[in-house]
């Protein structure tokens, strides 16, 4: 009867969660469609090749994420309460709400940009992110083309930090507030950079990624563009860590691989976790190429 009861509970949690899901697609598609309309930087149609495989993913990043991350946050926190010093969760939990997510944000940025990296140099990890690397064309909604493995590993690589330097902590009494608001401010952020929009922004896109920056990074014109624009919302961090490629006046003539994967979206899910299949080849620089593109084109932009 209890058992019952439960899987009652979790349905309507569930139900309640792909109602909310609903409303925020019914929201960003709002704001997202006409200015993909309006300030397009390729045509192409709404319902694009891939538009339903990418509704898929969209419930899919929304729901199972959140629910595999929250037993290992649980257990950083519970680790970190236990083991930080409390001098360092003291000082974190007196400074204001909007100081702890400034530097959350930051933080967080860093552990997000070397996971991400990793996914792209371990063969293993890209296995699961090559799915995010396999759309041709980009709009809002490729965002959430992830596998759920990508998403976990990524969050977690980005969120571990945080309860590192007691950024989460729980003296603070909203312990779980500066995470949230962080990953809330870095979905909406996803979406903008994906959108297909030409707009360039001066001198803010070293600041700031935006469309221009982030589209970088989905390029498929050769091994001088790959692996590079690992950054979520703040590109100097590829300029500090050797990967930015911000040209002032060009874009990427193709997106995607040249791998093919599996057309469906069960497919996409599991082929990562069969053996017998070696998965996308890993995207490799040329490194004597990628120096001179960065010298070229790494240039402040007016
Ligand atoms: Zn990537
Ligand atoms: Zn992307």
Redesign the pocket.
């Known amino acids: 009867m209890q058992t019952l009861t439960l899987a009652g509970q979790s349905l309507v949690s569930v139900g309640l969660m792909l109602v909310r899901l609903s409303l925020w697609l019914a929201l960003l598609s709002v704001v997202f469609v006409p200015l993909e309309r309006l300030f397009a930087l390729r045509p192409q149609k709404l319902l694009r090749k891939d538009i339903g495989t990418d509704l898929g993913y969209y419930f899919i990043s929304g729901l199972v994420p959140s629910l595999l991350l929250s037993p290992p946050l649980a257990l950083l926190a519970w680790a970190t309460h236990a083991l930080l010093p409390d001098g360092l969760t003291q000082t974190v939990a007196h400074w204001p709400l909007w100081q702890r997510v400034m530097v959350a944000l930051v933080v967080e940025e860093i552990g997000f940009y070397w996971g991400?990296r990793w996914?792209?140099e371990i063969p293993l990890l890209w296995r699961f992110?090559a799915i995010?690397?396999s759309a041709q064309q980009i709009d809002w909604l490729v965002n959430t083309r992830a596998h759920p493995v990508d998403m976990v590993f990524t969050r977690l690589c980005g969120l571990a930090p945080l309860y590192a330097v007691g950024l989460a902590s729980p003296l603070a009494g909203t312990a779980s507030l500066v995470p949230l608001l962080v990953l809330a401010i870095g979905s909406v952020w996803g979406f903008f950079v994906h959108a297909n929009v030409r707009w360039r922004f001066g001198r803010l896109e070293w600041l700031l990624a935006t469309p221009a920056f982030h589209h970088w990074?989905h390029a498929n014109d050769g091994p001088a563009y790959v692996n590079k624009n690992?950054a979520a919302m703040f590109p100097w961090v590829d300029r500090l860590f050797g990967t930015l490629l911000l040209p002032r006046d060009r874009r990427p003539e193709r997106y995607g691989i040249d791998a093919r994967l599996e057309p469906d979206l069960v497919g996409q899910l599991l082929e990562p976790f069969a053996l017998w299949h070696a998965g996308a080849p890993l995207p490799i620089a040329d490194g004597a190429k990628v120096a001179a593109a960065g010298a070229d084109r790494v240039k402040p932009m007016g």
Do not use: K
């Open positions: 991400h996914s792209h992110h995010h690397h990074h690992y």
